[in-house]
């Protein structure tokens, strides 16, 4: 159903755009141009859409921030973060102190993974997940007496966050230029995208063994006994919705393998159900031996993330604080009780409404629409898995040029498609889809039939200034 399209008596006024780049420093924003182009303030939600100020609905084509998983306006999760924030609105996991939400959702967590896990670890957002995951190896590798096998291996093009540690282990430019970053220690393998790295002629197979192949030299040239983890998103994100060729990860994790290297899951956008599997590792056929979670762990209606710890890395956990004394770390909210609480409703919806079941029935219709660009004179690659797509624009079909990235193409796309009334993402060239998990079929075809406007948009548009 399309929702109604304006509504008397909003809230909210222009003033609002003015106040807003009066006082907000905005994240991941161009801000030399942000004052020309002007906030686009949101004011309510519904189902798969969003509201503005002025009243228009958009359909979020990106669940905001690839988390929105049950959409805009699901009135049991308000009413979980109400029932607890009335019960016991805080308390904290410090020195041995509990509360019940956090304890179901951790029993939950242990119970739905799909690898053995022996304690979780509460944390507010993806960053800290993946921090807490680099600590927690460093701290294993000396209690286990190994000091020297602390670096970790990312990979280029991947997202893990943006804490020094974990922008370390992103692999785009942009979030290590001028950081001073990526910390020591942190490596960088390739990115396993076919389309734009491969040899010319390469199978997806032979890629995906070269792939291998480059990360055991990686860690041979290092020196196993300095190589402590691998960590990777089992689709990547935000570098552009990034599906790694069949066999990727069963010739990774051999690797691994061989030199006792630790892999770690970021399931921060694949948990629970984008994928058609509970987990993205299911969907990859990875094994790792821990996880991080966020995002849909609460259907982003509250901040909470989780790191799942295996058995091992608990007992080393256990050694090491009796020898200092603690466990010397925590946040303030890390299991906060709202949070807990919203995110074990969000889960026992995810299992009660077969969410899992609704994305295999869905994401084959996503997956079409998307892939019915692929003969678009803009459209490189149309890619994806489940409810999880991209559009990877280009200058060239043939040759895959891209555009020059100050075109600003991209946004140009993302413009346009706004306008239409659907929110998309530019990842550089890749134009990232991501709906909530909630989305039907005939909400699926509006948002490709907005799309199309978009693109075709954006066709004249480079016609006639870039060409
Ligand atoms: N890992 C992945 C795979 C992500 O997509 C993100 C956020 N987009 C993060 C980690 C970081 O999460 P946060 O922004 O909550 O710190």
Redesign the pocket.
């Known amino acids: 159903p399309v929702a109604s399209p304006y509504r008397e008596g909003s809230r909210m006024t222009d003033n609002y755009a003015a106040r807003d780049l009066a006082t907000i420093a905005h994240p991941y924003a161009n801000l030399a141009t942000l004052p020309d182009q002007g906030p686009v303030v949101m004011e309510r939600g519904d189902g798969v859409y969003v509201y503005d100020s002025a009243g228009k609905p958009y359909l979020e084509g990106m669940s905001g ?2 988390c929105a998983s049950l959409g805009f306006s699901n009135a049991e999760l308000v009413e979980a973060a109400r029932e607890q924030m009335a019960r016991l609105p805080f308390n904290h996991l410090f020195a041995g102190r509990s509360h019940d939400p956090a304890i179901a959702l951790a029993e939950k967590l242990k119970d739905m993974a799909p690898i053995p896990v022996s304690r979780v670890f509460f944390c507010n ?4 997940a ?1 921090d807490t995951q680099i600590k927690l190896v460093w701290y294993m590798n000396n209690a286990l007496g190994r000091p020297n096998k602390k670096k970790i291996i990312s990979r280029q093009r991947a ?4 804490t020094i540690a ?1 922008a370390s282990l992103t692999g785009l430019p942009g979030n290590h230029a001028d950081f001073d970053l990526p910390i020591a220690g942190i490596l960088h393998t390739a990115c396993p995208h076919h389309y734009r790295y491969a040899l010319e002629g390469e199978s997806e197979e032979d890629f995906a063994t070269r792939l291998a192949n480059e990360l055991e030299e990686m860690i041979l040239r290092e020196g196993p006994d300095t190589v402590a983890a691998f960590i990777a ?1 089992p689709v990547m ?2 570098g552009g919705v990034i599906v790694p060729p069949a066999g990727y990860f069963e010739k990774i994790q051999a690797v691994l393998d061989r030199h006792d290297v630790y892999m770690i899951a ?1 399931e ?2 694949c948990g629970f159900g984008r994928l058609g599997e509970m987990f993205g590792s299911q969907a990859l056929g990875m094994r790792p031996v821990s996880m ?1 979670l ?1 995002k849909a762990l609460s259907a982003a209606y509250m901040p909470i ?1 989780a790191v799942l710890i295996p058995e091992r890395m608990y007992q080393a956990m256990v050694d090491e604080s009796r020898k200092n004394g603690a466990f010397y770390h925590g946040f303030t909210y890390s299991g906060h009780p709202v949070a807990a609480a919203v995110a074990l409703k969000t889960i026992e919806i995810y299992e009660r409404d077969d969410i899992v079941g609704h994305v295999r029935k869905v994401a084959p219709l996503f997956q079409q629409r998307l892939r019915e660009f692929t003969e678009h004179p803009l459209v490189g690659e149309a890619r994806g898995m489940g409810l999880m797509g991209a559009l990877e624009l280009v200058a060239d079909r043939a040759t895959k040029t891209a555009f020059p990235a100050k075109a600003g193409v991209g946004a140009m796309f993302t413009r346009y498609a706004a306008e239409e009334g659907l929110i998309a993402r530019s990842l550089g060239d890749s134009m990232a889809l991501c709906p909530p998990l909630i989305i039907t079929e005939s909400e699926i075809d509006l948002l490709f039939a907005r799309l199309a406007i978009a693109l075709d948009r954006t066709t004249v548009w480079v016609n006639s200034t870039l060409k």
């Open positions: 921030l690839w957002s993806g960053s800290e993946n997202y893990h966050g943006v974990s998103e994100g935000a970021d921060v956008i991080s966020a993330s």
